[in-house]
């Protein structure tokens, strides 16, 4: 089993900055992917960021430029740094990895429990 504790998240006023976390602990071989999705009230969740093992990146066209995806392998923690934040970036992120449990095992996917980020003035 793996668990993911989330972190970092708050009120900001727009154009501001956040960092979240996402530590994963557990019975983890190794991490393939990581990822940061959010969901709006009344919206679907969607994806905002990934980043592979060897660190490629992927983002939501709207966050590209903004938001900057990271990780340490070491520590088996993601982060989002989130800056020049806007009202319509309000909404719950939730952390997802993919997770290798021992050497050759299948891969598991593993959600946190959300924290919200509100920007507002």
């Known amino acids: 089993q793996v668990q993911l504790v989330e972190s970092g998240g708050g009120l900001v006023q727009p154009g501001g900055s956040l960092r979240l976390s996402c530590a994963a602990s557990g019975s983890i071989f190794s991490i393939d992917a990581m990822g940061w999705y959010r969901q709006a009230p009344g919206k679907q969740r969607e994806l905002v960021a990934t980043?592979?093992?060897?660190?490629?990146?992927n983002y939501l066209d709207s966050a590209k430029g903004r938001f900057t995806i990271s990780r340490d392998n070491a520590k088996n923690t993601g982060y989002l740094q989130m800056n020049s934040l806007k009202p319509e970036d309000t909404a719950v992120y939730y952390c997802?990895?993919?997770?290798?449990?021992?050497?050759?095992?299948?891969?598991?996917?593993?959600w946190g429990q959300g924290t919200q980020v509100t920007v507002s003035s």
């Open positions: 980043i592979t093992e060897n660190g490629s990146t």
């Open positions: 997802n990895v993919v997770v290798e449990t021992t050497m050759g095992s299948p891969r598991y996917v593993y």
